[in-house]
């Protein structure tokens, strides 16, 4: 039991490294290394999970990195029902796109290297997982972002992924730096960065933080931010779609964007405290929880991200906008003190979310390379088990019963009704963007695989080989089913270890639900399928998109991503790029310049000026020898006075 | 009248002089040269005197190691000044300002 | 002989050896330093292996007396401080004298000046007396103007040694004037330059106020200039970037670092209140460093520039660290230094080697480089993302803790101010002009200079693989520096420490708690 997580936690990095030391040049070695190592960790997930004692006090196994003087940071791992969750979805899914992987990148010349930042990205995101401390975690954190980098950056001779990765990457640091300082914050003020022992510190007396606790909670928040993509840092997400598919199934819909959510789960006491503001700070902050914030910043994403969904064209970044958008409910969720159901969210979403993208690279294989969903059509007949799966996956993001999305996503709207900690806007947010999700998946559907081939590919296309067909298979039952699986019950052990739920069969699973909040079942159900029929009256058969036309200005503004990227470029270029010229200019021509040029040219002045003195005769120099003899033995002998 | 300590000096100081006023206005190099070492030698007289009047040894000694020493330099010099006239083709130090700046 | 004096010896006999060898045994001359500064890496292995963290002093102590009129002796030693910086100073020695093989003219005055630079370098950092700690130093700084001069490259070639001779001359008779106040602050009888007994002096008999407000800072801007402290940094890209290969790394890496060395080990410990009184204003001109060079870093349009530049602008982290007067930022500062030092020879050993296949380092000619040359491209990506503190790497480890120490920082009067800046120029500015140059050098398709530039093969990769090990053991074991560092870091900041509450009890800023809170559970 005790080297089991260990094992899971470096088998991946093991085999990333001997890629990289020995298999870089062969493609089945580096895939079977790679798969093999992944497997591991999946099969002793299951271990872990199976034998994880019943009432959940947390394993934990660790050691020193790092001590200096009253700083103390452990490397270890830490076992509870939060962690088995993610490690089942990390290795499970993440084990699914592996096998996926070695069917689509088959023939890149790349895929020793590919292979290696898989499980190189494996083993960051099981550091991230099973870290028992805020910097153990920053660290898994930053080469998350390290192999999203080079996984996005796979095809870095072209010019848009070379850009993609570099904008992700610097998104992500801008994100990064708030959590540092948010951790050095906390530790500054509570001595410890072990979240068991922050954790205790803060049951017990909720306002240990005092004056920063809502600082405290909106810098972690920051890095949050950055990884899940919420807004406005929410711009890398789309363009890493320049990386490979399975990629972005793995790390940017189920794995490493969800890590937002986990940080802000694993970290709820801290959100949890009393808020409280500096004394020095502006009186208008006073109304603002750090909870609150992370609500609304969730409620934003969600509807923006679904309304530019509903205009794009390029079948990645359609699932790309939809991924941020239920980020963004995942968020919305902690906002609302409901941690279990954005857990349970973020898992059920990895599952249909990565079905969803592996069915999208299916169809990009089949159709060597063709994104946009214009030039598809008529799929559903060409390729079944890929249109079947895709519709299960689709079914479940939308929420209809009894598909894995329905119970969880209802789970975060009764969140947002509850009488004590919800909020009527965002449950407005909520059914809004159920409704939006439900018209572009449809639109996505209906245009991809119904209707007539609309180009040369797409009528030639065909069912993809067995190794990247059956990836699809084992994904769509998790999709199809989870909810049933009671994910929530488990992790409510780990939230409210007291008030543990009563087993109960599935039956009542099925309808608890409509039993809970029945007001929000129903106005969510009402809101899907108002999605489903409209889109199907726009697009059913559809060859060209109609609703620009009868959208004008909005359609436009969803299109181009309501001009956010133009906006953050300005900002770019008003602060940094200017200060970088100002520094650039200063040290050229006011320190180089000015000072230093100043100083030698000074210096070489008077150099000039005495240089006149020097004559070459000989004689005027023996002169001027003598007179000063003269002058120094008059002083030295001549008159005293 | 027997020679006292000040007709040496006396003798010393306008040999020193003769030197001074040599070195400062004469323009060839050989000229300078003997007017330098007049000024050695009355520096030198000007150490005997001393010296005898003093009834110590001390600037005898120095003396001989003058003469010695300017024996030497006047080899060294009188080479270098054969040398530079060979390359130059003159001995007048208005010529010879190589060293300006 | 001592394994001490063997390190510090064994380069500059070599030295000796490569003067009797004759020119054309190109060769021979070439193996005796190899040879010389390997056996001084394994050496300086065995030296930071067999310390021991434990017990607190010098180890590896060696005396020889030899002025004992002035109180001069050769006098070396290691403690958690300095061990660090031998190793470093041996690895990058080797890893220079390996990188030599661009050198094609005079090669024998060449590597003569390199043993000496490494047999300087050694010695400056392992003396425990102020004349041999500043005539080390001497001996190893006046080689590097001379290779600049003779063997380096471009058009600003002159202009370069100018500059840097001046101001590295400056800065080093600044520091000898404060060396020598210090001497001369003890009376009469006792007048000793043994770092070891000023300590214990002064600690028994602290120094009068008046004296360390006026040395203090002469020792803070001398050694400061040294190390390219804000605003007399400009020395330092021209420099770097026409240096030959070796001299730039063992300058960047490991000679630079003297300076910081000075001020942790003498200025710091010997004059607390000027250090209290003077640390701020180091603190304010570290930011200079930290983003008015992190963003000139921005617009270089050279590779050479650009690491010269990020490497003044992460000088800002070390000295942050001690102008924090905490254990825990002093021994990030040292981390800091020691991290630096390898990531700075890498950077500088790459961008000379693709400068010999490429003849430019302008950004604007070159592209598509990883393809073309994939371990170069990824050793240099690498050494990038190490620069902007990217965990797995010894500088995160070092930054982190500087900024962990800036936190409780007791001589600024809002310390949360400098950590948020601090952590923004090394998050995310260092990562903006870094990834930057990775797109442009060695992303994109292929374009003008990079077409047929060979990978780096065989041999020429060990020095490379050293360095990069190097930063990634300690990267992912900072305890192999931090466990020596404990002791020494806390005795130094003690005598700043009595006044520490007094200072710590003034209003807070904002942002900052009251006072931290009892534990319910102690570490475990």
């Given at each position: 039991m005790h080297s089991l997580p260990w094992i899971i936690l470096f088998a991946p990095l093991l085999a990333a490294a001997g890629i990289t030391l020995f298999t870089l040049r062969n493609p089945a070695r580096s895939a079977l290394l790679s798969v093999s190592a992944v497997a591991v960790a999946f099969v002793l997930s299951v271990v872990a999970f199976l034998v994880f004692p019943a009432p959940s006090a947390p394993v934990e196994l660790s050691g020193v990195w790092l001590a200096v003087g009253s700083l103390q940071v452990e490397f270890g791992v830490r076992l509870d029902p939060l962690s088995l969750v993610m490690l089942l979805i990390v290795t499970g899914v993440g084990g699914v796109i592996h096998v996926y992987s070695c069917g689509y990148m088959r023939g890149d010349r790349g895929t020793g290297r590919y292979f290696a930042c898989l499980s190189f990205f494996t083993f960051s995101m099981l550091l991230v997982v099973l870290a028992t401390n805020f910097l153990q975690l920053f660290i898994g954190w930053e080469l998350v972002g390290l192999s999203s980098y080079l996984l996005i950056g796979f095809w870095y001779e072209r010019e848009s992924a070379a850009e993609a990765c570099k904008k992700a990457f610097l998104t992500n640091r801008l994100g990064d730096v708030g959590f540092l300082l948010g951790i050095i914050l906390v530790w500054a003020t509570l001595g410890s960065l072990h979240f068991g022992e922050l954790a205790a510190v803060l049951e017990t007396t909720p306002g240990a933080l005092g004056a920063v606790a809502s600082l405290a909670g909106l810098l972690v928040f920051c890095g949050a931010m950055g990884k899940s993509a919420q807004f406005p840092l929410h711009v890398w997400l789309p363009d890493a779609m320049e990386g490979p598919t399975p990629v972005s199934a793995l790390i940017h819909a189920a794995t490493m964007v969800a890590a937002g959510v986990y940080l802000l789960c694993r970290v709820f006491f801290l959100l949890e405290a009393t808020p409280a503001w500096p004394d020095a700070a502006p009186a208008w902050l006073d109304g603002i929880t750090a909870l609150g914030v992370v609500g609304w910043i969730g409620g934003v994403t969600a509807l923006l991200a679904a309304l530019i969904a509903v205009q794009q064209d390029d079948i990645k970044r359609i699932l790309a906008y939809s991924t941020l958008s239920q980020l963004g409910y995942m968020m919305m969720a902690v906002g609302l003190s409901a941690p279990v159901p954005a857990m349970f969210h973020l898992a059920t979403h990895a599952f249909f979310k990565a079905l969803l993208f592996l069915g999208a690279g299916a169809v990009i294989v089949s159709l060597h390379h063709e994104q946009n969903i214009w030039r598809m059509g008529g799929l559903h007949a060409r390729m079944p088990a890929t249109a079947w799966t895709f519709l299960i996956a689709t079914l479940a993001l939308c929420?209809?019963?009894?598909?894995?999305?329905?119970?969880?996503?209802?789970?975060?709207?009764?969140?947002?009704?509850?009488?004590?900690?919800?909020?009527?806007?965002?449950?407005?947010?909520?059914?809004?963007?159920?409704?939006?999700?439900?018209?572009?998946?449809?639109?996505?559907?209906?245009?991809?695989?119904?209707?007539?081939?609309?180009?040369?590919?797409?009528?030639?296309?065909?069912?993809?080989?067995?190794?990247?067909?059956?990836?699809?298979?084992?994904?769509?039952?998790?999709?199809?089913?989870?909810?049933?699986?009671?994910?929530?019950?488990?992790?409510?052990?780990?939230?409210?270890?007291?008030?543990?739920?009563?087993?109960?069969?599935?039956?009542?699973?099925?309808?608890?639900?409509?039993?809970?909040?029945?007001?929000?079942v129903l106005l969510s159900l009402v809101a899907v399928g108002l999605g489903f029929y409209t889109a199907y009256l726009l697009y059913r058969g559809a060859a060209t998109d109609p609703l620009p036309a009868k959208l004008g200005l909005l359609a436009r503004g969803m299109r181009a991503k309501f001009y956010l990227d133009e906006l953050n470029a300005w900002c770019i270029r008003l602060t940094h790029d200017a200060l970088a010229r100002l520094a650039d200019w200063i040290d050229r021509w006011i320190i180089a310049g000015v000072m230093v040029r100043g100083t030698h040219g000074t210096t070489e002045l008077v150099g000039r000026a005495l240089r006149l003195v020097q004559s070459g005769n000989l004689q005027t120099y023996v002169l001027v020898v003598v007179l000063g003899i003269a002058a120094v033995l008059w002083l030295a002998l001549g008159p005293r006075p | 009248m027997t020679a006292g300590l000040e007709h040496y000096l006396g003798v010393s100081a306008l040999l020193f002089g003769l030197g001074l006023v040599g070195v400062l206005l004469r323009g060839n190099l050989i000229l300078m040269y003997l007017s330098l070492e007049l000024m050695l030698n009355a520096a030198s007289l000007a150490l005997v005197a001393f010296d005898r009047f003093n009834g110590t040894r001390n600037g005898q000694i120095l003396v001989f190691f003058i003469i010695t020493v300017a024996a030497a330099e006047v080899a060294v010099g009188l080479a270098l000044l054969v040398a530079l006239y060979r390359k130059r083709q003159t001995a007048q130090v208005e010529d010879l300002t190589g060293m300006k700046l | 002989m001592p394994l001490l004096t063997t390190i510090i010896v064994l380069p500059l006999a070599a030295a000796l050896l490569v003067a009797l060898v004759p020119r054309d045994l190109r060769f021979g001359i070439r193996l005796v330093a190899l040879a010389a500064t390997l056996a001084d890496l394994i050496l300086a292995t065995v030296l930071f292996l067999q310390f021991d963290p434990g017990t607190a002093g010098y180890q590896c102590v060696h005396r020889v007396p030899w002025v004992s009129a002035l109180g001069i002796e050769y006098h070396v030693g290691v403690d958690g401080v300095n061990v660090g910086l031998v190793l470093l100073a041996a690895v990058v020695a080797f890893a220079a004298a390996c990188a030599s093989w661009e050198i094609r003219s005079r090669e024998k005055e060449f590597y003569l000046l390199l043993l000496i630079m490494a047999g300087g370098v050694l010695g400056a950092f392992a003396s425990l007396d102020l004349v041999f700690f500043y005539g080390f130093h001497e001996l190893a700084l006046v080689p590097t103007f001379i290779m600049i001069g003779v063997w380096g490259r471009g058009e600003e070639r002159e202009y370069a040694t100018f500059k840097i001779t001046l101001y590295l001359t400056l800065g080093a008779l600044l520091a000898l004037v404060g060396l020598l106040a210090l001497y001369l602050q003890l009376p009469a009888g006792d007048r000793t330059f043994d770092v070891e007994r000023l300590t214990a002096y002064f600690q028994a008999h602290p120094m009068s106020e008046a004296a360390q407000q006026w040395i203090f800072p002469v020792l803070m801007f001398g050694f400061g200039i040294l190390v390219s402290l804000w605003p007399f940094h400009t020395w330092a890209p021209p420099a770097y970037s026409a240096a030959p290969t070796p001299t730039a790394m063992l300058h960047a890496g490991v000679l630079k670092k003297f300076g910081l060395y000075g001020l942790i080990r003498i200025a710091v410990p010997l004059m607390p209140e000027g250090a209290q009184r003077w640390l701020p204003v180091l603190a304010a001109l570290c930011l200079g460093n930290l983003l008015h060079v992190g963003w000139v870093a921005m617009r270089q349009e050279n590779l050479n520039r650009l690491f010269a530049n990020s490497s003044v602008a992460h000088?800002?982290?070390?000295?942050?660290?001690?102008?924090?007067?905490?254990?825990?930022?002093?021994?990030?500062?040292?981390?800091?230094?020691?991290?630096?030092?390898?990531?700075?020879?890498?950077?500088?050993?790459?961008?000379?080697?693709?400068?010999?296949?490429?003849?430019?380092?302008?950004?604007?000619?070159?592209?598509?480089?990883?393809?073309?040359?994939?371990?170069?491209?990824?050793?240099?990506?690498?050494?990038?993302?190490?620069?902007?503190?990217?965990?797995?790497?010894?500088?995160?480890?070092?930054?982190?803790?500087?900024?962990?120490?800036?936190?409780?920082?007791?001589?600024?009067?809002?310390?949360?101010?400098?950590?948020?800046?601090?952590?923004?120029?090394?998050?995310?500015?260092?990562?903006?002009?870094?990834?930057?140059?990775?797109?442009?050098?060695f992303h994109g398709p292929l374009a003008g200079h990079s077409a047929g530039v060979p990978d780096m093969s065989g041999w020429r990769r060990v020095p490379f693989v050293l360095l990069l090990g190097a930063l990634m053991v300690f990267g992912c074991f900072p305890r192999g520096l931090t466990d020596n560092l404990q002791l020494p870091a806390a005795l130094i900041v003690a005598p700043a420490a009595p006044r520490a509450p007094a200072l710590a009890a003034t209003p807070a800023a904002p942002g900052s708690p009251p006072a931290a809170m009892p534990r319910s559970s102690a570490m475990p």
């Open positions: 929420g209809v019963p009894p598909f894995s999305g329905f119970f969880s996503k209802d789970a975060i709207l009764a969140a947002a009704l509850d009488p004590a900690r919800g909020s009527g806007g965002l449950f407005l947010v909520g059914v809004a963007v159920a409704f939006l999700t439900a018209f572009y998946m449809t639109r996505l559907v209906l245009v991809t695989f119904q209707g007539t081939p609309r180009s040369a590919p797409a009528s030639e296309a065909v069912e993809t080989s067995p190794v990247m067909k059956w990836p699809l298979v084992v994904l769509a039952v998790p999709a199809a089913l989870a909810g049933f699986w009671s994910i929530d019950r488990f992790l409510d052990r780990h939230f409210h270890p007291a008030a543990a739920a009563p087993a109960s069969g599935w039956f009542e699973q099925w309808v608890a639900p409509l039993v809970h909040a029945p007001l929000a | - | 000088m800002g982290f070390a000295f942050l660290g001690i102008a924090s007067l905490t254990q825990i930022g002093l021994a990030g500062a040292v981390v800091v230094m020691v991290a630096h030092g390898f990531l700075a020879a890498l950077m500088f050993g790459l961008g000379g080697h693709l400068w010999q296949q490429t003849r430019t380092l302008e950004m604007n000619d070159l592209g598509g480089l990883l393809r073309q040359a994939p371990f170069l491209g990824t050793a240099t990506i690498m050494a990038m993302l190490a620069g902007c503190g990217l965990p797995g790497f010894a500088n995160f480890a070092g930054e982190v803790l500087v900024l962990f120490g800036a936190s409780k920082t007791v001589t600024l009067a809002s310390p949360h101010t400098w950590v948020a800046l601090a952590a923004w120029a090394g998050l995310v500015i260092g990562a903006v002009y870094m990834l930057r140059a990775v797109r442009r050098i």
